[in-house]
Nanobody, 121 residues
Framework: VQLQASGGGLVQAGGSLRLSCAASRRTFSSYVMGWFRQAPGKEREFVARITGSGGSTYYADSVKGRFTISTDNSKYTLYLQMNSLKPEDTAVYYC???????????????WGQGTLVTVSS
């Protein structure tokens, strides 16, 4: 299972970014897909997850209403649309795949390489 994250960059507070994660077909059909982030000196934290079918989503309270997780099943791609970005959203963002719909990084078996998002104030 391979995951390839992209789309990070530098943005001003209040701006938007869209992250992408290219996945194999097997990943999409069999796994729950999630986004996590890790800021410097902090533990990796859950951001959002979605079922492979795209029918069920769940968000961390800190991003609810600002971020949207979605999939394009025809392209086997996972997205994270991030709006109204805040400096505290600055982190390396990782996509992940797991068999359990969990918020714990330990329950995800496969990880992308991470993409850096920097939000300036």
């Amino acid at each position: 299972v391979q995951l390839q994250a992209s789309g990070g960059g530098l943005v001003q507070a209040g701006g938007s970014l869209r992250l992408s994660c290219a996945a194999s077909r097997r990943t999409f059909s069999s796994y729950v897909m999630g986004w996590f982030r890790q800021a410097p000196g902090k533990e990796r934290e859950f951001v959002a997850r979605i079922t492979g079918s795209g029918g069920s989503t769940y968000y961390a309270d800190s991003v609810k209403g600002r971020f949207t997780i979605s999939t394009d099943n025809s392209k086997y791609t996972l997205y994270l649309q991030m709006n109204s970005l805040k400096p505290e959203d600055t982190a390396v963002y990782y996509c992940a795949a797991g068999l359990v719909g969990s918020t714990s990084p330990r329950d995800y078996d496969y990880w992308g390489q991470g993409t850096l998002v920097t939000v300036s104030s």
